[in-house]
């Protein structure tokens, strides 16, 4: 009797659902739950690979997914307060809702860098009182995330735990080669070769992780557009340093960055601002492609 | 005569402020040391009284500091205003006047309650005095797609309806909507259930029952009388349905259809119906921040009064450009018609059109300065009231985000 019970207890998650629904607003996160969920799960992303995720649309076609996910991962620290919220309420699911077992934080499980220590003010420009919310772009991050996943779809999906378990171990240690490779390999270039401007600071976890050093960004204040006078700091301060590499993502403006590349005798590398999830890229494939970019520009 | 007396005053004061400095100083020549002991014990028992109260605050702040706090933001909406003729603004955030006009401090306040309900409120602090414009809560987690929220609530007739002059394109209301449902909008105390249906594209269903009266905001029905609710017909019932279309990855359409039924006071049985539709058509590259989108709002209005049938209608059309981050340039045509022998509008008795273009500049995400100018053919004036506002917007705090 008990054996029966439990059996069906088991099975009723099956029954219920062929398969978990899992919905990343970010497409570097729904990469990673494709790699951690393998078959058991459905992975939507909201956020397309070359949106800037400060500001996307809040479609009502996006209430659709959250309203059958069980399980929403959010990137956190503010990063999708603009378009999230309500999209979250308008969906109707309790499972989702934050602080519920299907909401995954994911910057709860990152070291998180550049939080502000004194007071938060807005003059400062669009800063993060939690800490800079871009950690997708550093595989140690990505592989802590990964666990954690695992634990959680583990929770929620009982029946597939180990086969979560198992994908996210090996997916944590994948990337923690990944990263120590290439972090390896660009420890090899001196130290004046590693230094570049950067367009938002939207990259200090890659930065920490490469072991380069910005020396200015292009945006005078984070979320504020360049102004002649910036800008002419900006040249200064590349020549001076002898910084040639100009770092920005796909959904930033290219016009500014690549007159500074040109006047100051460099070149601008756009990153792609996720894994371009829609075509079975993936977390590994996106983050070294990235890394590569990179380290040739730097050793020009 | 007052010179005087306020000068002995002022001394007073500054004799009275000096005292206890004074009388704290050892060496003072004017007290006996039991006065100055006493003195001194008096002022030790203050500051630690106030030490006492001082360290429970520490604590408080810390819990505050966390998650638990509600999301609290701030929007100044202030203006300086030119008019050719007497203004006829329809909107209570309009400017209305030929100077300078403060059009709202809102305050907006947005948290979870617990895991079935969330909680907001919009409080308004205008020249006239503080409103709770909305103070809702709203489930999260009911069974069957179902959503309810309950209290005072702009009602989701139509596009602009539901939303704040924060979200808004222009600095003014629509005419069709000051003239249909008042200064404030269509809002009522009241509940509302909402469906989102199965269907593979975002199809809402959602019908409010709310209070008929209010001369702000509901001013085809009951308006400023308070009748009182006899029956269930004496509710005014809003029915919506909203429909949105991904066209491809850069267009997008959302359709709405809204209806609002209710008494009105001209007599016993006297009703009004509104029904109206509305099309929200946009184009973003979602790699960029600039779009282009065209908005369009139309209603119609149907009133029975003592031996007549009234019959009225409006819209508006808007095309909005935003160019990037910093700059918006947009345009908009209105059009709403009259009838002779309106008891709310007696002078509204032909078409008033009005057309306005606005650009808005950015200066980051929290600020923005608008430029309006407004051209306006009223029934009632032979000639053209032209309008000029120039309106500065300030958020700070955590404001909430809006909807598509």
Redesign the interface.
């Known amino acids: 009797m008990r054996a029966l019970l439990l059996t069906l207890i088991c099975a009723l998650p099956a029954v219920a659902q062929a398969r978990l629904e899992v919905v990343a607003t970010l497409p570097d996160l729904a990469a990673l739950a494709r790699e951690v969920g393998g078959d058991a799960v459905a992975v939507t992303a909201l956020v ?1 690979a ?3 995720p400060h ?7 996006l ?2 997914p959250l ?1 059958r996910a069980d399980l929403l991962i959010v990137n956190g620290l503010e990063l999708e ?6 999209l979250q ?2 969906a ?3 499972n989702i ?4 077992d299907g909401y995954f934080d994911a910057s709860s499980v990152v070291d998180r860098l550049n939080v502000p220590g004194g007071k938060v003010d ?1 003059a400062q ?2 800063i993060h009182p939690g800490g800079n919310p871009h950690f997708v772009f550093d595989p140690r991050a990505a592989a802590r995330i990964a666990t954690a996943l695992g634990d959680r779809m583990a929770r929620l999906d009982p029946t597939h735990a180990e086969q979560y378990r198992a994908n996210a171990k090996a997916l944590h240690d994948r990337l923690d080669a990944l990263a120590e490779r290439e972090r390896a390999r660009f420890a090899a270039l001196p130290a004046s070769k590693r230094q570049v401007v950067i367009y938002h600071d939207s990259l200090p976890y890659l930065a920490d992780w490469l072991g380069l050093t910005a020396v200015a960004f292009v945006e005078p204040r984070p ?3 360049p102004t002649p006078p910036h800008v002419a700091k900006v040249l200064q301060r590349m020549k001076k340093a002898e910084a040639r590499v100009i770092l920005q993502e ?2 930033y ?1 290219k016009k500014t960055s690549e007159t500074l590349a040109r006047l100051a005798g460099g070149q601008v590398v756009v990153l792609e601002g996720g894994a371009r999830f829609d075509q079975g890229d993936t977390y590994s494939a996106r983050i070294t492609r990235a890394a590569q970019a990179i380290h040739a520009a730097l050793s020009r | 005569m007052n010179g005087p007396r306020a000068w002995a005053a002022l001394v007073g004061l500054a004799l009275g402020a000096a005292l206890p400095a004074r009388a704290a100083a050892p060496d003072d020549p004017g007290l006996d040391p039991a006065e100055q002991a006493a003195l001194e014990a008096a002022l030790h028992a203050d500051a630690a009284a106030v030490e006492d109260a001082v360290h429970p605050t520490p604590v408080v702040v810390a819990a505050g500091a966390g998650s638990s706090n509600p999301d609290i933001s701030l929007v100044l909406d202030t203006a300086g205003a030119w008019f050719s003729d007497d203004p006829a603004q329809l909107g209570g955030h309009d400017p209305n006047r030929t100077g300078f006009v403060l059009q709202q401090l809102e305050m907006n306040v947005v948290s979870n309650v617990d895991p079935f309900f969330r909680f907001e409120a919009n409080i308004v602090f205008a020249e006239f005095g503080v409103e709770v414009e909305e103070a809702y809560a709203t489930t999260l987690a009911l069974p069957g797609n179902l959503q309810l929220r309950a209290g005072q609530f702009l009602t989701r007739f139509g596009r602009l309806n539901p939303t704040h002059p924060h979200a808004w394109d222009f600095v003014d209301q629509p005419l069709v909507n000051g003239k249909f449902f008042g200064s404030e909008g269509s809002r009522g105390l009241g509940a509302e259930v909402s469906w989102l249906s199965p269907l593979p594209w975002y199809a809402e269903l959602a019908g409010a029952v709310t209070n008929a009266h209010q001369a702000c905001c509901a001013r085809s029905f009951y308006g400023g009388d308070d009748l009182g609710v006899e029956d269930p017909r004496d509710l005014l019932a809003t029915l919506t349905l909203k429909q949105f279309f991904d066209l491809s990855r850069t267009w997008g359409l959302k359709l709405g259809l809204s209806t609002q039924l209710g008494p009105n006071p001209t007599g016993q049985g006297n009703r009004t119906d509104i029904y109206g539709a509305d099309l929200y058509l946009r184009y973003r590259d979602p790699g960029s921040r600039g779009a282009l989108s065209l908005q369009v709002e139309g209603m119609v209005r149907s009133r029975q009064v003592p031996d007549d049938r009234l019959q009225d209608a409006g819209g508006y059309a808007q095309l909005v450009w935003d160019i990037d981050p910093e700059w918006s340039v947009g345009g908009r045509y209105e059009y709403v018609s009259g009838v002779e022998d309106d008891p709310l509008d007696p002078a509204w008795d032909t078409a008033r059109q009005r057309a306005s273009a606005q650009l808005t500049y950015y200066p980051s995400h929290f600020s923005r300065l608008r430029l309006q100018g407004n051209h306006d053919r009223l029934p009632d004036r032979d000639d053209a009231l032209w309008g000029a506002m120039l309106a500065l917007e300030v958020v700070v705090g955590a404001h909430g985000a809006h909807g598509y």
């Open positions: 397309d070359n949106e800037d500001y996307v649309d809040p479609k009502p076609s209430v659709l309203n307060v603009g378009w999230l919220p309500p309420v308008a109707r699911n309790g809702q934050t602080g519920a807005r420009g669009d979320g504020i557009p796909a959904f403006p």
